[in-house]
């Protein structure tokens, strides 16, 4: 039996993570659940899959757990705050982490889990985005493993030798071709993106998903976000990622090979494969996913990205390359951008501006020696100089 924690259970990707659980429960024991906020559905979990641990990182929200599950027999011991997360990520009965909290507020739980040499299941892009340098060095210090949960990442996992780590050259790969969906404004008439409403942008048209990554994929910042990911799971930079927009999200990803040869997995557009396939590794079992019919998916596309409509990927491409600070800046910046999106203070085209703007305004810093305590206070300055742009573009009529 192995005991897992899952980071974010209340969440779209926590959700799918417990439901390819309970498909293996002969082989898993749930041993923790988090979430932020949403004490009916972390009530009904704890109900369902009887953890030995529930955190609410909202300290009222973990009282009002505790009300509840009052009259449970067995009941979970019921933290809170970010203690308890990194608390939970590091437990000796747990061996494997999903790590699915969305943010740079997944960056402490998923060091710990790290840390403390566990199966690190990693959903969290935005915390290699923002300390990528100290998640590897982590996973390197303590031995513990790290399976991408991202569906492209997983794929590229999938296409990749088992020695990889000793360089994507010395095993032969020329690039990584990175798939996006183009989201679901691929297509808008570029004079009305200032008009999109969170709604529009987030009925995402091949995937169901977060708020938040929603909003990334309608900008492609999240394909910006997931060229940094690639960069520090694959050990390599942007000269050697493309990404190429396949609107039917089926190819989940692809390896060239310096012989011509491409490989790329596909599948139904459903996290519970990348889930499985990382819960299982290096065996394989059921997940719950239809089997692909490859007729009825009929033809396969392929565009390249128009930076003019995607700026966010351009900035994201740009952050990269920079290096350093910028990546995390980049981060913080967008965080606050969507949430303003998504509360209707800002427009979608100010998502690109408030990180521009960010970007231009902080100077950007090595990050050679410097631990979580500085990227986080990097994450909070870049977050304060979002807010004042997000003022200054003023509330929406
Ligand atoms: P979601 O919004 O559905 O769920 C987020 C979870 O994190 C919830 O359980 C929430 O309670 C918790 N959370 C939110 N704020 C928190 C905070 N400040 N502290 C602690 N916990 C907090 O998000 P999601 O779509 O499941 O995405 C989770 C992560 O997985 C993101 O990093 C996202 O980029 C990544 N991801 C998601 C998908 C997908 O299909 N949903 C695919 C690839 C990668
Ligand atoms: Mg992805």
Known sequence: MKGVTVLGSTGSIGVSTLDVLARHAEQFRVVALTANQDVERMAAQCREHRPAFAVMVDPNAAAQLREQLA???????????????EQVAALPETDYVMAAIVGAAGLRPTLAAAHAGKRVLLANKESLVVAGALLMQAVAASGAELLPIDSEHNAIFQCLPPNFATGLEAVGVERILLTASGGPLREWPLD???NVTPEQACAHPTWAMGRKIS??????MNKGLEVIEACWLFGTDTDHIQVVIHPQ?????????????VLAQLGNPDMRTPIAHALAWPKRFASGVAPL????????????PDLARFPCLALAFQAAQTG??????LNAANEIAVAAFLERQID???????????????????VEGQDVDFLLDVDRRARAQAEQLVRNRGVLA
Do not use: K, N
Not at 71 to 85: F, N
Not at 252 to 261: F, N, R, T
Not at 324 to 329: R, V
Not at 348 to 365: F, H, K, N, Q, R
């Open 71 to 85: 009259d449970m027999p067995q009941r979970p011991e019921i933290l809170s705050g970010v203690a308890g997360l």
């Open 192 to 194: 009305q993106l200032a």
């Open 215 to 220: 909003v990334d994929s309608a900008t492609m």
């Open 293 to 304: 019919d490859l007729f009825s998916v009929g033809r396969l596309d392929f565009q390249e």
């Open 348 to 366: 979608l085209p100010g998502i690109a501006a408030v990180v521009s703007g960010t970007l231009d305004a902080l100077p950007y810093e090595t």
């Open 324 to 329: 350093g600070t910028a990546p995390a800046i």
């Open 249 to 261: 999200s089926v190819i989940h990803s692809l390896v060239q090979y310096q012989d011509g040869s």
